[in-house]
């Protein structure tokens, strides 16, 4: 997707080999209009694949699956990295790594949210390492439903994650697939090889 | 505003007098038709208050502060509840305690993305005992950068924070304002009373 791409090249930041910031526009502060086109992009790839919900971890997950759910007609819900005390023991929980945190968190969701007449598109900001995707999916299969798709604003192609979950039979959408961060620099993959 | 209102009734769910649960809708599920409208409304109430931009907190003021931020068009900045490995120290911080979940977090936002510049629109979406919005207007004041207002989605006015808030002369907006949670059944102020 040439408007991300193009965002990414402005105003990431290579911070090292495998580091990439997003903060200006995606993942602390976020850039609406980006988030639209992005969420309807995703919209426009799944429109034929019956979608009941949009699954997504919070935070920044959250923006993008706004707007492609508003296209879609269909509701969002976000998995929650900790339990709250005003959500009751109905849960489907996944334990999910963050390499960049360095911890390991419980996702949840509730059991009201997604059950097994679902259709559900996956959407996540960062695909990386694949483990809050593969937790997103563990809840998906715990709960019976389909998984139609994985959409991902910015895959990390160069790391496990994407082999990871394609190697499953799983379709992954990466809007921009980033091939290398060598020398400071982004390089992506063309857009023929990753979709 | 009766579309939500309407919502609150129809799949909120109290669990105490003090305690309402819309996870349906808001902060677990999140319908995008309605957080377009609740953008919308924060959007038109302040269009002509010159924000340049809306503070929110993770993670369940970014849905509406998505649609509010796209219809103003201007960005969203969302503080994060405690600090990332990829954040520097460059970080506006407060202190908020959550009576929900009986913690105190740190929340922080980035010293690039609110100066002295902007007037900030603060979003949230529930107003309890107003230690969130207190934290973000903490936050902006540290920043010197003026507080247009406070959009709240669900005001709870029968706990203490909106009066906080009020009487530091803030303009504070609720979308839906409650005057009881008691015996199961959720009571709203009147509209008048509120704005």
């Known amino acids: 997707m040439k408007l991300l791409q193009d965002q990414i090249i402005k105003n990431g930041k290579v911070l090292s080999?495998?580091?990439?910031?997003?903060?200006?526009?995606?993942?602390?502060?976020?850039?609406?209009?980006?988030?639209q086109a992005i969420g309807n992009e995703f919209a426009a790839r799944y429109k034929d694949s019956g979608i009941t919900k949009i699954l997504t971890i919070e935070s920044s997950g959250i923006a993008p699956s706004m707007f492609a759910g508003l296209t879609l007609g269909v509701p969002v819900v976000f998995a929650r990295?900790?339990?709250?005390?005003?959500?009751?023991?109905?849960?489907?929980?996944?334990?999910?790594h963050?390499?960049?945190?360095?911890?390991?968190n419980d996702i949840s969701v509730s059991k009201d949210f997604i059950n097994n007449e679902?259709?559900?598109?996956?959407?996540?900001?960062?695909?990386?390492?694949?483990?809050?995707?593969?937790?997103?999916?563990?809840?998906?299969?715990?709960?019976?439903?389909?998984?139609?798709?994985?959409?991902?604003?910015?895959?990390?192609?160069?790391?496990?994650?994407?082999?990871?979950?394609?190697?499953?039979?799983?379709?992954?959408?990466?809007?921009?697939?980033?091939?290398?961060?060598?020398?400071?620099?982004?390089?992506?993959f063309e857009e023929e090889t990753i979709r």
């Open 17 to 35: 080999e495998n580091v990439l910031k997003v903060d200006t526009f995606l993942n602390h502060q976020i850039d609406p209009v980006l988030m």
């Open 81 to 96: 990295k900790r339990k709250s005390l005003t959500l009751s023991d109905n849960l489907f929980t996944s334990k999910v």
């Open 98 to 104: 963050s390499f960049t945190k360095g911890e390991t």
């Open 118 to 188: 679902d259709t559900v598109l996956i959407i996540d900001d960062f695909l990386a390492n694949g483990q809050a995707a593969l937790g997103l999916l563990d809840i998906v299969n715990q709960a019976e439903a389909e998984t139609a798709g994985v959409g991902i604003v910015i895959e990390k192609g160069f790391q496990p994650g994407g082999k990871l979950i394609r190697d499953k039979g799983i379709r992954v959408d990466s809007l921009a697939n980033i091939k290398s961060l060598s020398n400071g620099k982004v390089e992506f």
